[in-house]
């Protein structure tokens, strides 16, 4: 694996990282905020006297869903694509020299086929 690529891979590495540590703190703090289990009248107490972020996750599950939960389930679903990708890629044992020679070998026959089969026609027109 050159330089380069794994420069990538940490760097997507540390991001995927941040993003699923993120996530989780904000969703046990929705969870443990205790706005759950309060009744009507106090989850209306509760989020006046809560009015920052968690608080507006408590108050909105979609949001707090599409922000906190969908997007480390994209990730683990990425990441596995990823591997299966990966798993499945198979390199190649022979160097770029030796791909070369093979495909200049075959070439070389290619070209000595089509002038036998030219040399066939000609005798074959040749002979009516």
């Given at each position: ?6 420069i990538t891979l ?15 703190v904000c969703a ?11 009744s009507q009248n ?87």
């Open positions: 694996m050159d330089k380069k690529k794994k940490i760097a997507v590495g540390a991001v995927e990282l941040a993003v699923i540590v993120f996530c989780l046990i703090l929705v969870l443990t905020s205790g706005y759950s289990s309060a106090e989850q209306i107490v509760w989020y006046e006297n809560h009015p920052n972020m968690i608080g507006w996750m408590c108050v909105h599950p979609t949001e707090f869903f599409l922000l906190c939960v969908l997007p480390p389930i994209a990730l683990f679903v990425l990441d596995g694509v990823y591997l299966i990708l990966y798993a499945t890629k198979k390199e190649s044992v022979l160097s770029k020299e030796e791909k070369q020679a093979i495909a200049e070998e075959a070439k070389k026959q290619a070209k000595e086929e089509i002038l036998k089969e030219l040399r066939e026609e000609s005798s074959s027109k040749d002979k009516e």
